[in-house]
Nanobody, 124 residues
């Protein structure tokens, strides 16, 4: 069983930056594609960014493309989400998820394991 723990959330002013981290337990981290999702109050969970097993492929939601960067360090069993140029519309609980797939998928139901989430609040 895989466990994921997010960290790095907090309160930031519009235009600022945050870096989220997701620490993944187990010996098979490199066999999972990883994704970041977010859920704002009153909204459905939505895909933010994903990265393939090797880190060679990345996928971003249009709403964050050019502002957010997903990366992974397999030797540390960690995936990151660098968030720049934040706006209040980015306020949400951010979740890290793992998917036993060769490709990056964008649907939450396709992911196998989830972290507890970390709150990101962007003030105007």
């Amino acid at each position: 069983q895989v466990q994921l723990v997010e960290s790095g959330g907090g309160l930031v002013q519009a235009g600022g930056s945050l870096r989220l981290s997701c620490a993944v337990s187990g010996r098979t981290f490199s066999t999972y594609a990883m994704g970041w999702f977010r859920q704002a109050l009153g909204k459905e969970r939505e895909f933010v960014a994903g990265i393939s097993r090797s880190g060679g492929s990345t996928v971003y939601a249009d709403s964050v493309k050019g502002r957010f960067t997903i990366s992974r360090h397999n030797a540390k069993n960690t995936v990151y989400l660098q968030m720049n140029s934040l706006s209040p519309e980015d306020t949400a609980v951010y979740y890290c998820a793992a998917d036993a797939s060769w490709v990056v998928r964008t649907t939450a139901d396709e992911y196998d394991y989830w972290g507890q989430g970390t709150q990101v609040t962007v003030s105007s």
